[in-house]
Nanobody, 121 residues
């Protein structure tokens, strides 16, 4: 059983900041990557940022320079620092982890429940 628990969403004014957190727990053997995706109303889910077990990061062009992904030393919690937020950043943000559970030979995708971020004046 694996859980990804997100926190930190909310309402913020344009130009403001928020920090999202996602903690992975359960019978986890290894995590190869974690990331954040978002889905705005009427749109498909899209990649925001990812970080691999080796520390390599990848960002969507629309957020590069404003949003920063990082993780804790245990590599089971991932953060998304969001600065200079714009109304178009409004979406439900989902945490994703590609991991292997104890006793499994393969990695699988796991998703959090999502946290709402609303950027509005």
């Amino acid at each position: 059983q694996v859980q990804l628990v997100e926190s930190g969403g909310g309402l913020v004014q344009p130009g403001g900041s928020l920090r999202l957190s996602c903690a992975a727990s359960g019978s986890i053997l290894s995590i190869s990557a974690m990331g954040w995706y978002r889905q705005a109303p009427g749109k498909q889910r899209e990649l925001v940022a990812t970080i691999t077990s080796g520390g390599s990061t990848n960002y969507a062009d629309s957020v590069r320079g404003r949003l920063t992904i990082s993780r804790d030393n245990a590599k089971t919690t991932v953060y998304l620092q969001m600065n200079s937020l714009k109304p178009e950043d409004t979406a439900v943000y989902y945490c994703n982890a590609i991991l292997r559970v104890t006793g499994s030979r393969y990695e699988h995708d796991y998703w959090g429940q999502g946290t709402q971020v609303t950027v509005s004046s």
